[in-house]
């Protein structure tokens, strides 16, 4: 309503609605802030590091849903990066040092840890991006994140996204200390189930 007004003030044009008519009734007026609507896992990691321990009573702008701030400190204690105190354990304080969200920092150190390095950085590197494949392949793969990082290898170079997910994947490989050592199907489903569990589900059928 707002830009049809200001294109009738200015000259005959045409407006674009970039919704259904049976949408508008339900939208909001303004879309909620970043931080009720945001994973705040990164946010509460930081504020752990600098000694927040009653998260509800940091000085926010705009204080972000008790739920979703509950669901970040649950997260990250999960991921064992923080203690039932909210202060930061050896993993929380190496994840500091990683430009990563937690979940896929911790997925990092994990793969370092294990001597799998690289299989954490190029995993970490896929899932940090939007999803290269435009649509699903039959594949024999019963990991939809293994078949990806076997496109990876085997035809990254050849359409931009994966150049760029593979230059990411370097750099990430650097922190973990550049290993290489093969990690088996097992051993990647491992660091899925170490650091991804809310967010994995199992194929029943084709």
Not at 37 to 45: F, H, M, V, Y
Not at 142 to 170: F, K, N, V, Y
Request: aromatic content about 4%; proline content about 5%.
């Amino acid at each position: 309503k707002q830009r049809a007004g200001r294109a009738a003030r200015e000259k005959s044009g045409v407006r674009w609605r970039l919704w259904t008519s049976h949408e508008e009734p339900t939208q909001l007026e303004e879309l909620p802030p970043e931080c009720a609507r945001a994973d705040l896992s990164a946010a509460t990691l930081l504020l752990s590091h600098l000694g927040v321990r009653r998260l509800y009573d940091f000085g926010w702008l705009t204080p972000p849903p008790p739920a979703l701030l509950d669901r970040s400190a649950r997260a990250l204690r999960d991921l064992r990066a923080m203690n039932t105190e909210n202060e930061l354990t050896d993993l929380g304080r190496e994840l500091m040092n990683y430009p990563l969200p937690p979940r896929w920092g911790a997925l990092l150190a994990f793969a370092k840890a294990q001597g799998h390095g690289r299989a954490g950085a190029e995993l970490a590197a896929i899932l940090g991006e939007r999803d290269f494949l435009k649509s699903e392949i039959h594949s024999a793969r019963e990991c939809d994140l293994l078949l990806r990082m076997d496109i990876l290898h085997e035809g990254a170079r050849l359409w931009p996204q994966g150049q760029s997910i593979l230059q990411t994947a370097q750099q990430l490989a650097r922190l973990a200390d550049g290993t290489k050592s093969a990690a088996t199907d097992d051993d990647i489903r491992r660091l899925l189930l170490l650091t991804q569990k809310d967010r994995l589900c199992r194929r029943r059928t084709d």
